[in-house]
Nanobody, 121 residues
Framework: QVQLVESGGGLVQPGGSLRLSCAAS????????MGWYRQAPGEQRELVAR???????YYADSVKGRFTISRDNAKNTVSLQMNSLKPEDTAVYYC???????????????WGRGTQVTVSS
């Protein structure tokens, strides 16, 4: 009933740019916040960036000044513009949404299936 689909991942050289997008669809009443997490091989999943309904943003220290998160409320989408990419940014990036389902009284977390980002020469 609710689906989050990521797109925009791929292979890019160090110093390059990539833009990730995530579209939420289904029986959604409202979205409180959306964000991006990433998980590198052998490591735990970490929060990269988050944006809420009031456009308040959060960035991990490792990506500040390089990544920009934005959302399109009308389309229930969130994007992550990634500039000056480094090999350390290589990971599977997951879209996350804190949303209220139609007919529900509370917010729940939902996850996309992930998209691979590889930064390499």
């Amino acid at each position: 009933q609710v689906q989050l689909v990521e797109s925009g991942g791929g292979l890019v050289q160090p110093g390059g740019s990539l833009r990730l997008s995530c579209a939420a669809s289904g029986s959604i009443f409202s979205i409180n916040a959306m964000g991006w997490y990433r998980q590198a091989p052998g490591e735990q999943r970490e929060l990269v960036a988050r944006i809420n309904r009031n456009d308040n943003t959060y960035y991990a220290d490792s990506v500040k000044g390089r990544f920009t998160i934005s959302r399109d409320n009308a389309k229930n989408t969130v994007s992550l513009q990634m500039n000056s990419l480094k090999p350390e940014d290589t990971a599977v990036y997951y879209c996350n949404a804190d949303l209220r389902l139609s007919g529900s009284y509370y917010y729940t977390l939902h996850w996309g299936r992930g998209t691979q980002v590889t930064v390499s020469s």
